[in-house]
């Protein structure tokens, strides 16, 4: 397992990150058909990921209504694991309540939120704090200041956003600058082989300021495990068949499996661990997580760290799963690429 640091800070997490999604317990509709592990489960999958090297876990309140967040922190005192041992991230702004500011950015809702998930887990502190969403009507000054205060009173070490466009966090920076409050050190965000959206603004915005970007759904839901045949058919169970989330492009995600089918088979390994190892190649992502209904298919996701892509395979899947081009990245490319470096080398 490698270690890379996260964002600007010094704080180093593993390549892989557990996801927590999936420990439901009792949970059912939505959060039942993503994964309903029970608490041995979860302790047995939090052992095997913390034997392999991981050390960074994250979950949200929003999950199964707490339960995630309740048996991530009863595994950690099932297995004695030190405090010091294991980075927590979790995240804030779902509906957990029937009230109208049982949910959301605002200063109410987050100063709830992160004693409850402090409870929940049974934790002193949580090291990464993450607003799972963008709100429309909060405004970004009170978040950032809300987020500030939790980093002053020790309750959060570091805070992060997710699914928040490139400007929304571009105006975050420069707020957190202006008025020296905590920056957000991470995004969280979709990004898979078949979906690579992320690349047109958000991983210049975050290269650029220095984010750490945390990976979540990089199979695309299951639809890239090579599990799922053209047609839609897959196994029983699978989240795909119950919860189709996230929206792919089904013809691009096809050709993307067909050419990660022809690494995986010379390798002889399976296309997810190839779908995840494509993913992190790219030096612009931090961790990749990965969320595991047994610990067979935990063992499968994690022995993709074992595995580095030759240029020429990253090469043939870059080419599998390009972006069509799109404004103004055409005009950008057109125009200002006269301007790169390399052009100006004197040949000869």
């Known amino acids: ?21 999936t420990f439901a317990g009792e949970a059912t509709g939505m959060w039942g058909a993503i ?7 979860v302790d047995d999958m939090i052992g095997r990921a913390l034997a392999s090297g991981v050390n960074f876990i994250d979950t949200a309140d929003v999950y199964s209504a707490g339960q995630s967040e309740q048996m991530v922190g009863a595994a950690l005192r099932n297995l004695g694991v030190k405090r010091s041992d294991v980075v927590i991230a979790t995240k804030c702004f779902g509906e957990m ?40 009507v909060t405004p970004v000054e009170e978040t950032l200041r809300a987020l500030d205060d939790l980093v002053s009173q020790g309750l959060v070490r570091y805070v992060g956003c997710s699914n928040w466009p490139a400007w929304k966090m571009m105006k975050a920076h420069g707020i957190a600058d202006a008025r020296g409050y905590a920056r957000f050190e ?15 603004e958000v991983v ?12 979540w759904s990089p199979m695309a839901g299951g639809l890239l495990s090579g599990k799922f045949t053209r047609d839609g058919a897959g ?31 010379a390798r002889g390994v399976s296309v997810a661990r190839i779908a995840l190892a494509y993913v992190l190649a790219k030096p612009f992502v931090t961790t990749v997580i990965i969320g595991a209904k047994t610990v067979e298919q935990l063992d499968d996701n994690l022995a993709a760290a074992d595995i580095a892509l030759t240029a020429d395979e990253i090469a043939a899947l870059d080419k599998a799963s390009a972006l069509p081009p799109e404004y103004p990245g055409w005009m ?12 100006f080398v004197k040949k000869g």
């Not at 994964?35 to 489960?41: E, L, S």
């Not at 991470?186 to 047109?200: C, F, H, K, N, P």
Request: net charge neutral; with cysteine; proline share 6%.
């Open 204 to 215: 210049p915005m975050l290269q650029d300021q220095g984010m750490g970007l945390m990976v």
């Open 97 to 136: 309540g029937p009230g109208p500011n049982d949910k959301g950015a605002s200063r109410g809702h987050i100063m709830d939120a992160v004693r409850a998930s402090l409870d929940r887990m049974q934790l002193d502190y949580i090291d990464l704090y993450q607003i799972h969403a963008n709100d429309p």
């Open 1 to 21: 397992m490698k270690y890379r640091q996260l964002g600007r800070t010094g704080l180093y997490v593993s390549e892989i990150c557990l996801g927590a999604m």
């Open 35 to 41: 994964g309903a592990v029970d608490q041995q489960g």
């Open 235 to 265: 196994p029983n169970g699978a989240r795909r068949v119950s919860f189709d989330f996230p929206p792919v492009n089904r013809d691009r995600a096809w050709d993307c499996v067909d050419a990660m089918k022809l690494i995986a088979d």
């Open 186 to 200: 991470t995004v969280q965000a979709y990004y898979s082989i078949a979906g690579r959206d992320l690349e047109r």
């Open 332 to 343: 950008l490319e057109r125009q200002g690429g006269r301007r790169a470096p390399e052009r």
